[in-house]
């Protein structure tokens, strides 16, 4: 069973998740909170699966909290909620650590998909919300200093990083390099690893960070 907690200050939004999530043999609602200091509590005392946390609540937003839940409970993943709009704390979050971001006015079965695959431990990143927002932030950013960790990459790490960057799943990435989907999968464990970041959503800003993708510090130069 995976467990859930809803962290949301609209108290409509939460109970329609929950009614959503609830519905489903294989998930269950273990908490709901109206802000990010209630759900960095609630975290510790229910240990969660999964917590579907909001971006904007009153006090604690849900950035502080999540960065409070990933270092404390690195067990416990950690999906942001945000406006279709979106807004420059979702950067921050994936920075953050956390296991993925879906939009608040998501279709039911993309929410319960998000659940399960963040449950499994994978990360959740939309391939057109990654494209946009990342590139319009990443690229606001001074250039870094080279990264050596770009060094230890393989070229196909290093094209394994930039199609994660470019938003694409395990299984696009599997037909766009004639692999196996198992093979894909495997391999971006390894990189992760390789690189010290948390999970999929890290090689995404370890990507734009390092300038390996991106309309950023290269384009500026131009």
Partial sequence: MIRVLLAEDQALVRAGFRALLDDEDDIAVVGEVADGAAAVEAARAERPDVVLMDIRMPGMNGLDAARRIVVELPAVRV?????????EFVYGAMRAGVAGFLVKDTDPEDLIRAVRVAARGDALISPSVTRRLIAQYAGRAPRPAADPRVNT???????LVTLVAE?????EIA???????ATVRSAVSRVTSKLGVRNRAGLVVFAYESALVGPGWAQHEA
Avoid: K, Y
């Fill in 79 to 87: 999906v942001i909620l945000t406006t279709f709009d979106m807004d």
């Fill in 153 to 159: 990459l393989t070229p196909r790490e290093r094209e």
């Fill in 167 to 171: 938003g694409l799943a395990n299984d």
């Fill in 175 to 181: 037909e766009r390099l004639s692999l196996s989907e």
